[in-house]
Nanobody, 127 residues
């Protein structure tokens, strides 16, 4: 049973930073691509950032490029999302997502490309 658990969300002011973490268990974390997807109120889930299985490739949504950084520590079975210069429109529930195909060097940007999901962590940015 694959489990993904997000942490690190909270309430911050515009311009602040947060680091989200996603702890994975139940399979060999280092062999699967991962991603972050967010869902704002009244909106669909949208891709934020993705990383391939060994961290050599990353991709970002245009709205977060230059402000967010995705990374992973395979020794700790953990993925991160460093979020800087946060804005009110970054307010959303952030979900950790995992691919099902191992050893894939591509990075995927559609939520339908991800099979495993965490429960989400709320990020609220006040103006």
């Amino acid at each position: 049973q694959v489990q993904l658990q997000e942490s690190g969300g909270g309430l911050v002011q515009a311009g602040d930073s947060l680091r989200l973490s996603c702890a994975a268990s139940g399979r060999t974390f280092s062999t699967y691509g991962m991603g972050w997807v967010r869902q704002a109120p009244e909106n669909e889930r949208v891709f934020v950032a993705g990383i391939n299985f060994n961290g050599s490739g990353t991709r970002y949504a245009d709205s977060v490029k230059g402000r967010f950084t995705i990374s992973r520590d395979n020794a700790k079975n953990t993925m991160y999302l460093q979020m800087n210069s946060l804005r009110p429109d970054d307010t959303a529930v952030y979900y950790c997502a995992g691919r099902i195909t191992p050893y894939d060097s591509s990075v995927y940007t559609r939520k339908m490309d991800y099979y495993y999901w965490g429960q989400g962590t709320q990020v609220t940015v006040s103006s």
